[in-house]
């Protein structure tokens, strides 16, 4: 089993849409998550952060966490074109020096 | 800040040259990162530094493969000898150390071994 598991996707969804983006993770200590979005070509770059249960809401986007579960997810709404990346969910267990754990990653496509 | 900086951007090399990458990561940081990243395998951490010292480098692929921090404004990955399977793009990133932290990307530096 993956540390951090992702949808493969590809994830197709029409503009306006709310697209959902799933991570499970194995690490029960893990403290920190975070979502990256990395355009083709880019580096990946920071989006979102979360580190209690619950939900936590910036702008279109809304991260949610559920320990218990071991589940963490992205939701964004009012998907749109200048969305399109992949989408990388990090875990970091607050030990190793800040190490994160990525997953594979989704391809989410908004359709115009 | 202009962020975690690496040279080269691109870097085409020679099947058996040796291939040295650079990263200067952003000041005040106290964990550094490389990564690699294909389309098979995804995003690869090779090795991280905290305070200048390995702490893992489990991720390194072979012993072609090598990482130094001399100080904290400066890391290398070299590869010697590179073989083609070695292309990728290859990411430093750094972070300060803690439960909460997130690792700032540089550009990448993209491989291609002929």
């Known amino acids: 089993q993956k540390e951090v598991e992702q949808n493969s996707g590809p994830l197709s969804v029409p503009e306006g849409a709310i697209a959902s983006l799933n991570c499970t993770y194995s690490?029960?200590?893990?403290?920190?998550f975070f979502w990256y979005r990395q355009y083709s070509g880019k580096s990946p770059e920071l989006i979102m952060s979360i580190y209690s249960n619950g939900d936590k809401e910036d702008g279109r986007f809304t991260a949610q966490l559920n320990k218990a579960s071991q589940y963490v997810s992205l939701l964004i709404r009012d998907s749109q074109p200048s969305d399109s990346a992949t989408y990388l969910c990090?875990?970091?267990?607050?030990?190793?020096?800040?190490?994160?754990?990525f997953g594979d990653g989704t391809t989410l496509t908004v359709k115009p | 800040d202009a962020g975690v900086i690496q040279s080269p951007r691109h870097e085409v090399t020679e099947m058996g040259q040796e291939v040295t990458l650079r990263c200067k990561p952003i000041?005040?940081?106290?964990?550094l990162f490389w990564y690699r990243q294909t389309m098979m395998r995804g995003l690869e951490l090779l090795i991280y530094?905290?305070?200048?010292?390995?702490?893992?480098d489990s991720g390194m692929p072979e012993d072609r493969f090598s990482a130094k921090m001399p100080n904290a404004s400066f890391s290398t990955l070299k590869i010697q000898p590179s073989e083609p399977r070695d292309s990728a793009v290859y990411f430093c990133a750094s972070s300060f150390q803690g439960a909460d932290t997130e690792a700032f990307f540089g550009q990448g530096t993209r491989l291609t071994v002929v």
């Open positions: 990090a875990v970091n267990t607050g030990t190793n020096a800040g190490k994160s754990t």
């Open positions: 000041s005040g940081h106290n964990s």
């Open positions: 690490d029960r200590g893990s403290q920190s």
């Open positions: 530094f905290n305070n200048n010292v390995p702490i893992d």
